[in-house]
């Protein structure tokens, strides 16, 4: 699961130059923006079933809680 | 001798969607302003009635209340407007705004906003050209279209898609109903304080809020400012105005 979350980031932040690591802090990546946040949480819900809103996003700051986040969410 | 002046639209019956809030409601209240019976559609029926204690007493205004996204509601538009035709005027008003990002758009959200912001219009005026239905004088439709019909917007691609559609409708249905009288013309505003505005992207952040602030000249919008655009297009003052669109922005595609 953490590979095709690490996928889904990339795919969803569109990063074609590195590999996230789980212990960045996403939100400074260059390539987060308010569209970026969108997306990222329309392909959490298609690939993973969960809802993830921007409020609950606001208190996440790696993608390791995030990925805490939505496993917590799919119980 | 008194003369009517030719913005008034006394004496028209003008049937307008969105009608609950924002620029249709706004549109309601100018129109009730300058004389006409309103005819409300929204989905909320006690923000319809708010609307229409806005419109005031002088005239009997009517309501009805449904979800133009469900596209098997129009046979009650059809009994509604046989009730009050005949019908001068039209403004369509009801609309989402959503803010999407390309790779992920869906075909239910695509559907979902063509349906309330061009087919619900389309599916109207179709009711509205009827005979029995239309006022023998000729009529206008107005519909409410926007600057992203002319320049683009990251997340906007599905909204200028339906709003684009509605500027190339206009175009064509003013030259097949033109010998009958029936003018169809669009308004494109920008940004003006609304409850769909209220929920743009940019409102949780204070930077792109000052970025759109700097792109309207004037400043932001009211419904209001949209609202007496049309009054102009619904009234006879315009008689000789069809297949436009009119730019209402505060001056944002100026530059």
Known sequence: MDQKFLDLIKEALEIEDREPQMEDAFK?????????????IAELDDQFGVTVTSDELKGIITLQELLDQVKKAQG | MHQTSPFSLTGKTILITGASSGIGRACAVACAK?????LALGRDRERLQETLDLCGSDQVHGALSLDLGDGEAIGEVLIFLKEHAPIHGFVHAAGVSPTIPFKVMKPKQWEEAFQLNVFSAVQIMQLLTKVGIKS?????????????SEVGEKGKSLYAMTKSALIGLVKSLALE??????????????????????????????????????????????????????????????????????????????R
């Open chain 1, 28 to 40: 400074e990546y260059n390539e987060w923006d308010s569209l970026s946040q969108l997306t990222l």
């Open chain 2, 34 to 38: 300058q004389g006409a019976r309103v």
């Open chain 2, 177 to 254: 109903y033109a010998d009958k009288q029936i003018r169809f013309n669009a308004i494109s505003p920008s940004v003006v304080n609304s409850p769909l505005s209220e929920k743009s992207l940019y409102r949780n952040n204070e930077a792109a809020l000052q970025q759109v602030l700097d792109q309207h000249p004037l400043g932001l919008g009211e419904g209001s400012d949209v609202a007496h655009a049309a009054v102009y297009l619904l009234s006879n003052a315009s008689r000789w105005v069809t297949g436009t669109n009119m730019v209402v922005d505060g001056g944002y595609l100026a």
């Open chain 2, 136 to 148: 023998a004088d000729g009529m206008s439709m107005v519909l409410i279209s926007s600057v992203m």
